[in-house]
C-alpha cells in the first residue's frame, strides 16, 4: 500500500501514515492556531480591554467625569454599581473616556456580547464608530456624535446591569472575554 501524505495546516510539516498494519503515527496539530491568538491578545490588550480603561481613567477630570456619569447613566444603576464597588466608567462609556481613549468603543461592544459585524450594521447607526474601535482616533464628527453614542449605550447596559444577578469586578470582563475570543477565531480562520 502506498503512504498517504498529510499536511498540518498550523504548521505546514508534513507525516506519512503508517502503511497497514505498523504503528500509528500521532501527528498532533500544531500550535500555530494559538500563537496567533495569544497575538492578536497581546495588541487587544492595549485597545479594548480594562487595563486600557484604567490608564484612562488617570488622566480624566474626575469632576467632568462625574458629572458625565450623572448625565448619562441612569440613578439605580449607579446605585448597583457602587453596591458592587464598580466605578461607573467600567460599565458606561461616557465622552471624556472615549475621547482620551476612542478604541474603548471596543470594550463597551463587548460587554453586551455583540461582534463586530452586527454591532456596526447599518440598521444600529453605529457605523460612525467602527475606525474608533479599530484605529484608536477620533474625528471631529465622532466628537460631536459621542454624547448620542454614550445614551444609546447608557440604555442597554443600564438593562445588563439591571438584570445580572450578581455584578462583580471579575464577572465584568467574563462576557467580552468569550465574545472576543470567537472575534479572534474568526480572524485567525481568514488568515
Request: net charge positive.
Amino acid at each position: 500500500m502506498a503512504a498517504k501524505k498529510q499536511t498540518d495546516k498550523n504548521t505546514k510539516t508534513s507525516t506519512k501514515s503508517p502503511k497497514s498494519g505498523g504503528i500509528a503515527v500521532l501527528s498532533p496539530p500544531g500550535p500555530g492556531r494559538q500563537v496567533a491568538f495569544y497575538q492578536l491578545l497581546v495588541v487587544a490588550r492595549k485597545q479594548w480591554f480594562v487595563g486600557d480603561l484604567r490608564e484612562a481613567l488617570k488622566s480624566l477630570d474626575q469632576v467632568v467625569a462625574k458629572n458625565e456619569i450623572l448625565k448619562y447613566v441612569p440613578d439605580d444603576a449607579q446605585r448597583l454599581l457602587a453596591r458592587a464597588g464598580l466605578r461607573d466608567e467600567y460599565i458606561f462609556p461616557i465622552p471624556s473616556v472615549l475621547e482620551v481613549k476612542p478604541s474603548l468603543v471596543g470594550y463597551y461592544r463587548m460587554l453586551l456580547g455583540s461582534p463586530q459585524k452586527s454591532f456596526y450594521k447599518g440598521s444600529t447607526g453605529m457605523g460612525p464608530f467602527k475606525t474608533m474601535e479599530e484605529l484608536g482616533t477620533i474625528s471631529d464628527n465622532q466628537k460631536k456624535r459621542l454624547p448620542a453614542f454614550c445614551k444609546a449605550m447608557a440604555g442597554v447596559l443600564s438593562d445588563l446591569v439591571r438584570q445580572t444577578d450578581e455584578i462583580t469586578k471579575r464577572n465584568v470582563p467574563e462576557p467580552s472575554l468569550l465574545i472576543f475570543g470567537a472575534q479572534l477565531q474568526a480572524l485567525i480562520a481568514r488568515t
